[in-house]
């Protein structure tokens, strides 16, 4: 099979776009209104899309919060129990959030809601099952708020050396001769 070496340029010199979705990223922060733990929650996740119903999030870390909630060192890997995890993004804006996740084997509670139907948005203290333990935003009046975090150009030297390559593979398939 013979070798398509404009393939390789083509990419390389972006004239053909990306081949999957883009991921998104989003920061999130909470603070305390009705809970027992004063202080905010922050961290981020990521979407494997920018836009869409039903999006489960590939990556979610909680990156801040209150040390009176004795979790020790940040940052907290929350889809390593997580049960509920679903997105929906317009337009690069996150629309609904349902994300719950015990951050210890059986206890300590975390939730995004962005619906404020089952307890809102809440950490719960270390090893506690209660929300109102720890930092518990407010059902009338929400705190939490989410922004996008924006995808950081390459730098005009990388462009270059991907060029570069992409022009030394197409040479070297072309010098090749058919067995």
């Known amino acids: 099979m013979r070798a398509r070496p404009w393939i390789a340029a083509a990419l390389t010199l972006g004239l053909i776009g990306p081949l999957e979705a883009q991921s998104a990223t989003f920061t999130f922060s909470f603070s305390n209104v009705t809970g027992e733990v004063d202080g905010t929650v922050e961290g981020i996740f990521e979407l494997p899309d920018g836009d869409g119903n039903n999006l489960a999030a590939t990556s979610f870390l909680i990156t801040s919060y209150p040390s009176a909630l004795g979790y020790g060192d940040a940052p907290i890997d929350a889809l390593l129990r997580d049960n509920e995890n679903e997105f929906r993004v317009?337009?690069?804006?996150?629309?609904?959030?349902?994300?719950?996740?015990?951050?210890?084997?059986?206890s300590s509670p975390f939730q995004l809601d962005t619906r404020n139907a089952i307890g809102g948005t809440?950490?719960?203290?270390?090893?506690?099952?209660?929300?109102?333990?720890?930092?518990?935003?407010?059902?009338?009046?929400?705190?939490?708020?989410?922004?996008?975090?924006?995808?950081?150009?390459?730098?005009p030297g990388l462009a270059l050396l991907l060029t570069g390559l992409g022009t030394l593979a197409?040479?070297?398939?072309?010098?090749?001769?058919?067995?």
């Open 170 to 179: 197409f040479r070297s398939c072309r010098r090749r001769k058919p067995i």
């Open 122 to 155: 809440f950490m719960a203290l270390f090893g506690d099952n209660i929300p109102t333990s720890g930092v518990l935003d407010s059902v009338n009046t929400p705190t939490l708020t989410f922004a996008a975090v924006e995808a950081v150009p390459l730098p």
């Open 90 to 106: 317009v337009g690069g804006e996150i629309r609904r959030a349902e994300f719950a996740s015990l951050l210890t084997p059986s």
